[in-house]
């Protein structure tokens, strides 16, 4: 890529959980950095996705929704968020247009309005108001804060998404860019592919299961055939009846995680993938420091 930046930033991306934070940061980078899913409290860790443009390079943190949190792995995901709106040029709060304007949102912003950085906000799910709910939402958002911008998008589909970009490109201080020009994310790859897998398993299971997944990649390298890669992964749950839940009956839903995450992985890797999942208990980790540290959160 021939490119001349001549200015770059950091802009952090905050909101409660489930807004469509993740979405947007993929939407923007127009690649999947983030994994998302219909549960709230996807993601849990700061996700940097990296866009560079001809003459600007922004570095997008994608953020833990922030919500009051019911046990140690919620309050971490929620000093993680804060601990990433330091240092930022601009601030971009999403809220979701679609479920309407909350305390939570109200907190947000009173959270970025002490940065003392310019703040876009972003009504997003626009895909599922109507026009004429357009407005009283934009007026609604407009109360929380001294937006410097307010965007109606749809991340899921992309629109507006360029028209916000221009914006926070257009506040981005003199400088060079931060990060080689052709990199999206800075995310290690046994992260990226953690995440993958966690996505996939965190869909297919229902009511409070998916907050007991966590995923580690044990091992990963060339597999036995050519042009293969061999990755031998946990998936962490919190009870012995969450184990069975994963596995499925004659192991079913196991497979299916592998199923829906290979092809992911494969075009991640650009190589064919023999994934292979286990799936371990690790007693109430979400409570437990230790736990938590070693699961990487
Ligand atoms: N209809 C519609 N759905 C959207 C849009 N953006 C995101 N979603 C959906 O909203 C849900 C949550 O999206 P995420 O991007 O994971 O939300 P998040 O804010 O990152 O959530 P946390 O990581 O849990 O804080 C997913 O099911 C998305 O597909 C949108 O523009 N329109
Ligand atoms: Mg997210």
Redesign the pocket.
């Given at each position: 890529m021939s490119t001349s930046v001549t200015a770059s930033g950091v802009c952090a991306i905050v909101?409660r959980?489930?807004?469509?934070?993740?979405?947007l940061l993929n939407a923007i980078i127009g690649e999947k950095v983030a994994i998302?899913?219909?549960i709230?409290?996807?993601?849990r860790h700061a996700i940097r996705g990296i866009l560079t443009r001809e003459d600007v390079q922004i570095v997008f943190v994608d953020t833990?929704?922030v919500h009051k949190p019911k046990t140690l792995l919620g309050s971490r995901l929620n000093d993680i968020a804060q601990a990433s709106l330091s240092g930022v040029d601009v601030a971009v709060l999403?809220v979701d247009g679609?479920k309407g304007i909350g305390t939570g949102d109200a907190f947000m912003a009173e959270l970025v309005s002490g940065l003392g950085v310019p703040i876009i906000g972003v009504l997003?799910?626009v895909?599922?108001i109507g026009k004429d709910a357009q407005l009283p939402a934009i007026a609604a958002l407009a109360d929380l804060a001294d937006f410097d911008e307010i965007v109606p998008v749809?991340?899921?589909?992309g629109e507006q998404v360029e028209v916000l970009t221009d914006l926070i490109a257009a506040r981005m201080p003199e400088g060079p860019a931060l990060y080689p020009v052709e990199m999206v994310t800075d995310s290690e790859e046994a992260q990226r592919i953690s995440e993958i897998v966690r996505e996939k398993a965190m869909v297919v299971m229902r009511e409070e299961v998916p907050h007991s997944i966590a995923v580690t990649v044990e091992e990963m390298g060339p597999g036995r055939s050519e042009n293969v890669t061999a990755i031998f992964a946990s998936i962490y749950v919190e009870r012995d009846s969450q184990k069975g839940m994963v596995i499925g009956r004659q192991g079913a839903v196991l497979a299916q995680i592998g199923t829906d995450a290979r092809p992911e992985l494969e075009a991640l890797l650009g190589t064919k993938v023999y994934l292979d999942l286990r799936v371990k208990i690790s007693k109430e980790w979400q409570r437990d420091p230790k736990k938590l540290d070693k699961l990487g959160y």
């Open positions: 909101g959980p489930n807004v469509g934070k993740s979405t998302t899913t219909r709230p409290q996807t993601t833990p929704g999403v679609a997003n799910k895909d599922r749809s991340a899921r589909r």
